[in-house]
């Protein structure tokens, strides 16, 4: 559960200070026990002698007191957990609709990440990228996280701890980010020979943003214009690209590769190994093992001019 600003930050702020006031009051009690119980040994040693009288006078009083501080911890702990139950209801309620958890799923592939948007009530919203993850500020998302290979683990340091995405299994995860900002996710469990290459990068936007970025990842990829990009966009389409790579719009719809459809909206190349841009993409395309080595893309073996022509077609996905 992470505090955060807003309804439930405040929900979840009145429910600490619930648990400090009973807790402090619990602990001053026994503080206050032990003192009396510490100075009445006291007065028993100066005497010198062991009182049997007084003490079997004291024992129903003992006795009470014994079980006036029983009931008051039980009644103070359902008091809390009821109180906590209380809060995580609320907490649920308090987020209007529109700011209802965004479900996304994420499979970590050797070496990258597979990212899809799921929008149940709308499914024509459902939007699929890859090594990014785009969050709007103030809204909780629901991470269910899979693997197709072997164990990842996902691992953002500033919005979350932890957690593997294991072969076979689903976990998941809720992000709740509270400030704006560019973060990066990195996979933390050895899952082979470019581990280190697998990172995520996280934007933070505002809502707005976030809807804009939502509306541009729905639209299927542009045609493309000129005579260059179109050899390029044959080249694509007819070659071993198409066999891995989807673009919305197209014939491509293969998953064995990232989602080409908005690659040049990405901040990277091959989950961080490269910046996006012009010159990371000739880098890769001509040879992928090269830039990334032991990755599941193989070398292709354009020449100079289908490789012109696929990176000019490929700057067009944005
Ligand atoms: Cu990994």
Redesign the pocket.
Known sequence: MSGGDGLDGALFNRLFALFLIVSLTMLALVLAFLAAAWFRRGGVRQDGVADENGRASREPLLRALLIGWTALIAIGLIGLTFASFLTDRGMADAIPPDRRTINIIVT?K??WWDVNYAFDNEPSKNIRTANELHLPVGVPARVTLKSSD????FWIPNLAGKQD?IPGRVNDLVLLPNRTGVFRGQ?A????IQ?AH?ALDVTVESRAQFANWLAAQGKPAPAPASPLQKAGYLYVMNRECSGCHAIAGTAANATVGPDLTHLMSRRSLAAGTLPMGRAGLYAWVADPQGVKPGNNMPYVGLDANELHAVTAYLETLK
């Open positions: 970590a050797q070496f072997v164990i990842h683990s995405l996979c469990e050895f899952c082979g581990h697998m």
